[in-house]
């Protein structure tokens, strides 16, 4: 029997405890305004009275009557200098934090102050866009075969990189007399020699800094080079071509099938040289260059180095007969050169600018050859400087 009456309590505890509780079952404190609170006659410590004028709940520390439901007031807040803070804390002035803003300001004389309002101001001045220039060779360095004569006033070709239209040139010993920017790697400059034989230096100097190439300009006695034209007798032809001592040219049959070339002169190492001829037209197939061994066929697979005149303009270079690609456009009366320097470099140039310089060294020696494709297609003013 008493097992059952534990059971029942137990039953009853659990449902009672299960269901919300009705307001009246709430325990509520004191409810006072604030003028009977502070009436109140020798309160205990720890008494607890909700004040209902503003809503909150007091407790009694002794002395005072302190509000004890947060509102924002115990809050401290520590900045440092560039936070500024307003409002007391509370429901009704809340806390604003706010970060004095950075500034950026741009000054008369181009440069720029940034400030934070804490640290030490700092100011900022503009650097000129670009880059330092880079001279790399030019074709009256060590061991060139065109080198200046003394009080010779002529071009000199100065290759690099990052050359713009500020860019100048001096020479050590040397007169610059006037610079052509040609691109951003090729300068041309007018130069007149001094009259002491020696190696000088070759600046290029822009809005950024200057480069030097030392040694780059020599002026020493050089071997005399000789320039001919290939007479009527000494051009070898195989095919459909004709030669006047003017014009090479294809007749007859399209087709890499004819040619034009002369073992009269040669470039020879230690010397060097080159071939110099007219474009007569545009718009045919034909190849012109330099061979070791031109008589061995009409192919343009045996010309060592050579110009490949396309019919559409351009100008392709071709070694061996592979191609190196296509360089520079060309039309009718551009002078072409196939240059060889002392030391085996070639140069490919049009109207005396380089289009295209290789990275295979000359084989001797090199000979007139040519491969011609197209009918009626001609050169004229071929010439061996050797």
Same mark, same amino acid.
């Given at each position: ?16 405890? #299960? ?8 325990? &509520?404190?004191?409810? *006072? ?13 720890? %008494?607890? @009275?909700?004040?209902?004028?503003? +809503?909150? $709940? ?11 439901? *947060?509102? !924002?007031?115990?809050?401290?807040? @520590? ?28 000054? &008369? ?36 075969? &065109? ?25 050590? =010993? ?14 041309? *400059?007018?130069?007149?020699? !001094? ?17 030097? $190439? ?69 718009? +045919?197939?034909?190849?012109? =260059?330099?061979?070791? #061994?031109?008589?061995?066929? &009409?192919? /343009? ?24 690609? /296509? ?12 240059? @060889? ?8 140039? +049009? ?5 295209? %310089?290789? %990275? ?9 050859? #040519? ?6 297609? #001609? ?8």
């Amino acid at each position: 029997m008493r097992d059952i009456l534990i059971l029942i309590l137990l039953f009853g505890f659990k449902f009672v405890f #299960s269901q919300a509780p009705t307001a009246g079952e709430l325990i &509520a404190t004191h409810m *006072a305004t604030l003028a009977e609170i502070n009436a109140i006659a020798n309160p205990y410590e720890g %008494s607890l @009275v909700y004040n209902s004028d503003d +809503k909150s $709940l007091y407790q009694y520390d002794g002395a005072v009557w302190e509000k004890i439901n *947060a509102n !924002g007031d115990e809050t401290i807040i @520590v900045t440092d200098s560039n936070i500024l803070i307003s409002g007391t804390g509370t429901s009704a002035n809340p806390y604003i934090i706010s970060s004095i803003p950075a500034k950026l300001t741009s000054n &008369a004389n181009g440069s720029y102050t940034f400030s934070n309002s804490v640290d030490t101001d700092v100011t900022f001045f503009p650097t000129t866009q670009g880059n330092t220039p880079i001279v790399s060779n030019t074709d009256a360095g060590v061991g060139n075969c &065109a080198q200046f004569g003394l009080n010779e006033t002529r071009n000199l070709i100065i290759q690099g990189a990052y050359f713009d239209g500020a860019s100048t040139v001096a020479i050590t =010993g040397q007169t610059v007399n006037s610079v052509v920017i040609n691109s951003s790697t090729q300068i041309t *400059a007018n130069v007149t020699s !001094g009259n002491s034989y020696g190696t000088y230096d070759i600046s290029v100097t822009n809005n950024i800094g200057s480069s030097t $190439l030392i040694g780059g300009f020599k002026l020493q006695a050089s071997t005399s080079l000789t320039t001919s034209g290939i007479a009527i007798s000494d051009m070898i032809m195989t095919g459909s071509m004709t030669y006047d001592g003017m014009y090479l040219k294809k007749t007859a049959t399209a087709g890499w099938n004819a040619q034009g070339y002369s073992q009269a002169y040669s470039i020879k190492p230690n010397v060097g040289g080159h071939l110099d001829w007219t474009a007569d037209q545009s718009n +045919k197939y034909l190849m012109i =260059g330099l061979s070791t #061994s031109p008589q061995s066929n &009409a192919s /343009y697979t045996t010309l060592d180095y050579a110009m490949y005149m396309v019919s559409n303009s351009n100008i392709q270079i071709r070694e061996n007969g592979a191609s190196q690609g /296509y360089v520079s456009g060309y039309t009718a009366g551009d002078k072409l050169r196939i240059n @060889v320097d002392c030391l085996g470099n070639v140069t490919y140039l +049009k109207n005396d600018i380089v289009i295209f %310089s290789s %990275s295979k060294k000359a084989n001797y020696p090199l000979y007139l050859d #040519s491969s011609f494709h197209g009918v009626d297609g #001609s050169v004229s003013n071929i010439t061996m400087t050797y």
